[in-house]
């Protein structure tokens, strides 16, 4: 299993371009998550999926916007990027069994806005 | 509601010493307790959790936590620190009622062991 991946790595935007961000999980999990993570901040969820085909918000939405066509793809997309979303993005995945599942963690996509 | 809180930004620590990363918590009802680590440019990773039950909880590479209602808190520890221990931790909660699903993370904590 590759477990979760993400896509790409890391991107350089200039202010006002847009992107998608690709997560993927093998793991046939239900719930999937899009963090982001700045210095001093922790882990901020931007929206968050409990199934195929729903969305909802998070703590910082606002700028983002995503989609879940497939159970084990989530894809966050910044229409009009500015430097304030420039962070490094963490995608995860959990099973719907509990509150007690734990989260399954990609390993990060790098984003500089210019 | 439920929140959690890391008091240390940073913990500095000697190889071989024990280490302990502190983290509160305050929910409404009955918590599930996570600590993930995140190695640099990787994402984190799994440590331990409390569901119920025991206390003491263990975990991974040798850590474990201890879970203290009174205190509302959910200390990680190892009895001896090593070099490559040496990550962000991350303290996470879960409010059992209110049906979300949805864990709040603290703000982390780097610990770092020196040689």
């Known amino acids: 299993n590759a477990g979760v991946t993400q896509t790409p790595k890391f991107r350089v935007l200039k202010t006002g371009q847009s992107m998608t961000l690709l997560c993927a999980q093998d793991m046939n999990h239900e719930y999937m998550y899009w963090y982001r993570q700045d210095p001093g901040m922790g882990l901020r969820l931007i929206h968050y999926s409990v199934g195929e085909g729903t969305t909802a918000k998070g703590e910082v939405p606002d700028g983002y916007n995503v989609s879940r066509l497939k159970k084990q793809n989530f894809l966050l997309g910044l229409e009009s990027a500015a430097p304030s979303q420039t962070s490094v993005y963490f995608c995860?995945?959990?099973?719907?069994?509990?509150?007690?599942?734990?989260?399954?963690f990609g390993p990060g996509t790098r984003l500089l806005v210019l | 509601a439920q929140s959690v809180a890391q008091p240390e930004d940073q913990v500095n620590v000697a190889e071989g010493n024990p280490l302990t990363v502190k983290c509160t918590y305050s929910?409404?009802?009955?918590?599930?307790l996570f600590w993930y680590v995140q190695y640099p440019n990787r994402g984190l990773q799994f440590l331990l959790k409390?569901?119920?039950?025991?206390?003491l909880v263990k975990g991974s590479y040798g850590f474990e936590a201890e879970f203290n209602k009174s205190q509302t808190s959910f200390h990680l520890k190892k009895p001896s620190a090593l070099v490559s221990d040496s990550a962000l931790y991350f303290c996470?909660?879960?409010?059992?009622?209110?049906?979300?699903?949805?864990?709040?993370f603290g703000r982390g904590t780097s610990l770092i062991v020196h040689p």
């Open positions: 929910v409404s009802g009955n918590p599930y």
């Open positions: 996470a909660v879960r409010d059992n009622t209110g049906g979300s699903y949805i864990p709040t």
């Open positions: 995860a995945s959990s099973t719907n069994r509990g509150l007690y599942e734990t989260q399954y």
């Open positions: 409390y569901i119920t039950g025991d206390n």
